[in-house]
């Protein structure tokens, strides 16, 4: 079956072509998982990569948390992962204005060069989301930027009234590839899918097959749950890489997600 017919109404609505990359992907992996691969070391990341690349769609990255990182070795990791047929995905968090988050995008990491998405909060404004995609426009790439709707974590600052702004303004912006929601909660999920329409992409962190308070104020719920209240793809940390035998977990939920979404069609 083609990607068109498998995403329906979110094809047809979502032009971006990062958009359109990752429903093409996730089709051909049968997987929408997107592996948040929190570890401290190069061999750390490498080893999860070789264990568990095969069942996911996306590999999250917070590039700024590995202990021995260095260009080389970081090259290295991304191209494995995009012979993995992976989107690489930097978990930045940007915040600052536009020009600011455009020069952020280079530097040390150079996030611009490897990364297909990353992550933005709005708080400073849409230009940010101009800027971010003006880094990738400086190397002659594609990419797509993920708004922070909504939080998974306990206390966040992300009120109803941030998130309709949030939603409001993400939604017509071209640069925008999607939102990241609260996966934890399906309910509030359902009422950000319908704020959302049919067109972005919504992300979910929060999510693990033992539902309830993760470490630090980290909440979990179901990952078919999630989907079938509109979640897009599953951001799953612990739950794969702190399991025992994490090629089994990522497959696990590789199964559940592509059901949920056949189901949800
Ligand atoms: O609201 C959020 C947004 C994000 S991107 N809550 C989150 O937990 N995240 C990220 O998802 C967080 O940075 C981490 O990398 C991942 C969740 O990991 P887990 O181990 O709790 O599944």
Same mark, same amino acid.
């Given at each position: 079956?083609?990607?068109?017919?498998?995403?329906?109404?979110?094809?047809?609505?979502?032009?971006?072509?990062?958009?359109?990359?990752?429903?093409?992907?996730?089709?051909?992996?049968?997987?929408?998982?997107?592996?948040?691969?929190?570890?401290?070391?190069?061999?750390?990341?490498?080893?999860?990569?070789?264990?568990?690349?095969?069942?996911?769609?996306?590999?999250?990255?917070?590039?700024?948390?590995?202990?021995?990182?260095?260009?080389?070795?970081?090259?290295?990791?991304?191209?494995?992962?995009?012979?993995?047929?992976? !989107? %690489?995905?930097?978990?930045?968090?940007?915040?600052? @204005? =536009?020009?600011?988050?455009?020069? +952020?995008?280079? *530097?040390?990491?150079?996030?611009?060069?490897?990364?297909?998405?990353?992550?933005?909060?709005?708080?400073?404004?849409?230009?940010?989301?101009?800027?971010?995609?003006?880094?990738?426009?400086?190397?002659?790439?594609?990419?797509?930027?993920?708004?922070?709707?909504?939080?998974?974590?306990?206390?966040?600052?992300?009120?109803?009234?941030?998130?309709?702004?949030?939603?409001?303004?993400?939604?017509?912006?071209?640069?925008?590839?999607?939102?990241?929601?609260?996966?934890?909660?399906?309910?509030?999920?359902?009422?950000?899918?319908?704020?959302?329409?049919?067109?972005? !992409? %919504?992300?979910?962190?929060?999510?693990?097959?033992? @539902? =309830?308070?993760?470490?630090?104020? +980290?909440?979990? *719920?179901?990952?078919?749950?999630?989907?079938?209240?509109?979640?897009?793809?599953?951001?799953?940390?612990?739950?794969?890489?702190?399991?025992?035998?994490?090629?089994?977990?990522?497959?696990?939920?590789?199964?559940?997600?592509?059901?949920?979404?056949?189901?949800?069609?």
């Amino acid at each position: 079956m083609q990607a068109s017919e498998i995403w329906g109404e979110r094809w047809i609505n979502n032009a971006l072509p990062m958009a359109r990359t990752y429903m093409e992907v996730a089709c051909r992996k049968q997987s929408l998982v997107c592996l948040a691969a929190d570890r401290k070391t190069m061999a750390g990341l490498n080893e999860l990569l070789d264990q568990v690349g095969p069942y996911l769609a996306a590999l999250k990255t917070h590039v700024d948390l590995i202990d021995d990182w260095s260009v080389e070795s970081w090259e290295a990791f991304c191209t494995k992962a995009k012979s993995m047929d992976l !989107l %690489i995905f930097e978990d930045r968090k940007f915040a600052d @204005i =536009g020009k600011i988050s455009r020069d +952020q995008m280079s *530097g040390v990491y150079n996030i611009r060069q490897w990364a297909d998405l990353v992550t933005a909060h709005l708080i400073s404004g849409q230009d940010i989301v101009d800027g971010l995609q003006a880094g990738w426009n400086d190397v002659g790439r594609n990419g797509g930027v993920l708004l922070l709707a909504q939080m998974s974590s306990r206390g966040n600052l992300l009120s109803p009234d941030y998130t309709d702004t949030v939603v409001k303004t993400g939604s017509i912006h071209d640069g925008v590839f999607g939102f990241i929601g609260n996966g934890s909660k399906p309910d509030d999920l359902k009422i950000l899918r319908e704020k959302v329409g049919q067109g972005k !992409l %919504i992300w979910t962190p929060g999510v693990n097959i033992a @539902i =309830g308070d993760g470490e630090m104020g +980290q909440r979990y *719920g179901a990952p078919d749950e999630a989907i079938r209240a509109g979640s897009d793809c599953i951001i799953v940390g612990s739950g794969i890489h702190k399991s025992e035998d994490p090629a089994k977990s990522a497959k696990s939920y590789a199964e559940i997600s592509w059901k949920a979404l056949l189901d949800r069609r």
